[in-house]
């Protein structure tokens, strides 16, 4: 049977196909639908674990305890599971264990754009890179294989453009596998200095025959074609340039860590050229290039964004020249915002006048960046606004100008929890505040440890954020609603005052997830004084009739924000409605 | 410039299978998604290789979103390359200039004639471009426009705004109509089944078949 899959839907189907029983991980773009559609086949206990670490180190104890283990990120999860995964690479698994990392060129929704395919050389881990959704769900019954065939965990590493591309795929039945015991073995599990040398051994000889697979396995090969030109490539890079040189000779890429030189030096001999085409960074032409090889590849391509079938074309044929009617200049952008009655609006609406200084994170909150509400001085990673806060206002920087951190529960669990522990340990005098809309809003509405709900729609145990910020050390926490700028704007600017730390948990759930909606609100025009206040608060269902603000009634989520917001009282339920 | 596909078309070689791509794009939360589901499926089931790329995250808050569906016999990279989209499929008016690089002399472009305001003209510091059509003119000669939320707001519903472009899509594809009925019937909740029907109907309309 055939199916139009994502590439995410495939992974996860290969992953079901291949026998996986456990599946965990964070959400992150654009990884989460993976483990969303893991978690459909009853077969597979799937869960949503607060962080990536813990998602792999669960991942790493189901594995051990026997069952094929799948383990879902986004390229900057792996930085939070990096400790556990290099050492990983030491201990090796006992049932198969497969690591997914999507990374996202060009940044679609994410803060860098690093190539994780390093991640892969650092640990010694072999990975595998699908270039179609037919492959990415074949590469991931291999990648179980290879697991348990060369007793390491696997990486595949998918882009953007693999996990949110839809493409044929034939399906196949599951395969039943009896669980494993685990049988202890300290010298291979328990990296104590003197196992972990003799373990660093086992990977480097461990990577020399999986090279050594990867010069006979058809995962990688040599595709002729005609003339003088030889081209290598991996991932969706590979389909760009198959569109580019329809008749070249192909070298394609699937297992690219370790990468298979023999074949590569096969392949280039008696051609004239060769291109290696590959997005962000040169991770294979460094290495053709230090075997003496001469390659072409970032002299031709850029390191930065997204490749494509033009950009491709650009560097190797010919450089496209834009028609002229492409060139629309001083067309209106049209940002991401933050929806109509999202509470994130309310607390900065609330906090705004108060000027401080803003350390936002990693969500949709981070949206209010954008003009005119330009509520955010900093966003790093997940947690980060915890400790820059407390850093900046460690060192004065309070004196002058009050800062809080500002994240939202789901990043809060993630990696909040230590950040208050610090503020609160080392005397900090900060501000944090947890936007508690009751889900991972920019995902897609993922459940996580405060949400009462598993991941397989269970219910359970709700972390509470108050006890748990008082427990941390913080004795000063309060609950506000963001819908009440006023009372909230009291609150903040009570606590940024006092030289203590203090929690101001402000919560109201997501309107988009949990479908929350009042009646329209409306202009009364005769009171509208045409100042703009409300306009400043960025809301997609306010705009202008002539010069008056006028409310888009079926955008608007009735939340009463740009009521509050107006000095002449002029917003409110239409009289006649 | 010329592509492996416009190569093709050039050639008037008909083919069974001659490559189609089409670009859908708009504002996130228009049903873009489900539109393009619609289409690529209906587009397997006529014996298509199909690929379809869209970038989720960010853009369902309210961004700009495309949506590229590719079709042939073969198909290699899931994104259009400029100047060779057949058909264009704006659910909004501006947004239709955003991806003029896509589209060229032969595309067909279909236009929502619906406006959505973006920050910068809600707030009243930019203005909504008030020559679409002409600017879309001046790269494509076939421009199409649709007022898909009238025809909404005449049905009752205004939610099918995507279901009735589709069917204005629909019409010039070489898929059947048993195809299409049989995808919408997949793809849409049983109980919407009726009204998505009437609205793919009214859509056919604005096809030139």
């Not at chain 1, 090796?92 to 994410?110: E, F």
């Not at chain 1, 080392?426 to 598993?454: C, E, F, W, Y």
């Not at chain 2, 067909?108 to 406006?115: A, C, F, R, S």
Request: hydrophobic content about 40%.
């Amino acid at each position: 049977m055939k199916q139009l899959l994502t590439g995410n839907e495939a992974i996860a189907r290969g992953a079901w196909e291949a026998g996986v029983c456990f599946a965990s991980a964070y959400p992150g773009t654009p990884s989460t639908e993976i483990t969303e559609a893991i978690a459909g086949y009853g077969e597979v206990n799937a869960e949503w674990a607060p962080n990536e670490k813990v998602a792999l180190e669960v991942g790493i104890g189901a594995a051990l305890g026997g069952v094929r283990t799948l383990v879902c990120m986004k390229h900057v999860g792996l930085n939070v599971a990096a400790d556990p995964f290099c050492t990983l690479s030491y201990t090796g698994i006992s049932a198969g264990l497969v690591l997914i990392c999507a990374d996202d060129p060009a940044m679609h929704s994410s803060q860098n754009e690093q190539d994780n395919r390093y991640y892969a050389r650092l640990a010694k881990v072999p990975m595998l890179e699908p270039s179609t959704s037919q492959e990415a769900k074949d590469f991931v019954k291999l990648a179980f294989e290879m697991s348990e065939k060369f007793d390491t965990p696997v990486m595949v590493r998918v882009t953007t453009r693999i996990s949110h591309s839809r493409g044929i795929v034939e399906l196949k039945p599951r395969k039943s596998l009896a669980r494993k015991v685990f049988k202890p073995d300290p010298k291979k599990y328990v990296m104590v200095p003197s196992n972990a040398r003799m373990r660093h051994r086992v990977v480097v000889e461990r990577q020399k025959n999986i090279a050594e697979y990867g010069e006979k396995s058809p995962i990688n090969a040599i595709e002729p074609g005609k003339g003088d030109i030889g081209v290598v490539s991996a991932g969706v890079a590979y389909q760009y340039a198959r569109e580019v040189f329809p008749q070249a000779h192909f070298l394609k890429i699937g297992l690219s860590n370790p990468l298979p030189k023999e074949m590569v030096r096969k392949f280039a001999k008696g051609k004239k050229k060769i291109y290696v085409v590959e997005e962000l960074e040169p991770f294979m032409e460094e290495q053709i290039a230090a075997m003496g090889i001469a390659v072409e590849g970032k002299s031709r391509l850029p390191e930065i964004d997204e490749l494509n079938p033009d950009v491709v074309r650009d560097g190797f044929v010919k450089k496209r020249k834009p028609h002229k009617a492409d060139v629309v200049e001083g067309l209106p952008n049209r940002p991401p915002n933050l929806c109509p009655g999202c509470p994130h609006r309310g607390l900065f609406s609330a906090i705004k006048p108060l000027k401080l200084v803003i350390f936002g994170d990693i969500g949709c909150y981070t949206l209010s960046v954008l003009p005119p509400l330009s509520t955010h001085d900093s966003c790093v990673c997940m947690g980060a606004s915890i400790g820059m806060s407390h850093g900046y206002s460690k060192v004065g920087g309070n004196t002058t100008q009050k800062s809080v951190g500002v994240l939202g529960d789901s990043t809060f669990m993630h990696s909040g929890l230590t950040g208050v522990m610090e503020m609160a340990y080392n005397k900090g005098s900060n501000t944090v505040i947890i936007l508690d809309n009751r889900t991972t809003a920019m995902t897609g509405g993922q459940n996580h440890p405060g949400t009462a709900r598993t991941l397989k729609g269970e219910d359970t145990v709700s972390l509470n954020l108050e006890e748990v910020c008082r427990a941390l050390g913080v004795k000063r926490v309060f609950r506000v609603n963001p819908f009440e700028v006023k009372a909230t704007r009291e609150v903040v600017k009570r606590e940024v005052s006092i030289e203590e730390p203090s929690v101001v948990i402000s919560t109201a759930p997501c309107p988009l997830i949990f479908k929350v909606k009042s009646a329209p609100l409306a202009v009364d025009a005769d009171k509208c004084k045409e100042c703009g206040a409300c306009l400043k608060i960025n809301c997609p269902a306010l705009t202008k009739r002539g010069e008056k603000a006028f409310i888009v009634d079926y955008l608007c989520n009735g939340c009463g924000v740009c009521g509050q917001i107006c000095p002449f009282d002029a917003i409110g339920v239409p009289a006649s409605k | 410039m010329k592509t492996a596909s416009t190569e093709k078309k050039a050639a008037g070689k008909a083919t069974s299978k001659e490559p189609i791509d089409i670009l859908i794009v708009g504002v996130g939360g228009q049903g873009i998604i489900l539109a393009s589901r619609i289409i690529s499926q209906a587009l397997v089931y006529a014996g298509y290789d199909v690929k379809q790329s869209e970038v989720h995250g960010m853009a369902q808050r309210g961004g700009a979103v495309s949506s590229h569906i590719r079709a042939g016999e073969k198909v290699y990279s899931p994104l259009i390359p400029y100047d060779s989209a057949r058909y264009m499929l704006s659910f909004e008016s501006l947004e239709a200039l955003r991806y003029m690089s896509y589209i060229y002399a032969g595309s067909t472009v279909l236009l929502n004639d619906q406006k959505i305001d973006p920050p910068s003209v809600a707030s009243g510091q930019q203005q909504y471009p008030p020559d679409v059509i002409e600017r879309i003119k001046k790269k494509a000669k076939d421009v199409r426009v649709i007022p898909a939320a009238d025809v909404a707001f005449e049905l009752g519903n205004e939610r099918v705004v995507n279901v009735i472009l589709t069917g204005a899509l629909a019409g010039n594809l070489p898929v059947s109509r048993k195809i299409w009925m049989k995808t919408l019937s997949e793809l849409v909740p049983a109980k919407l089944m009726e009204i998505n029907t009437k609205a793919f109907e009214r859509g056919m309309q604005f096809s030139n078949r």
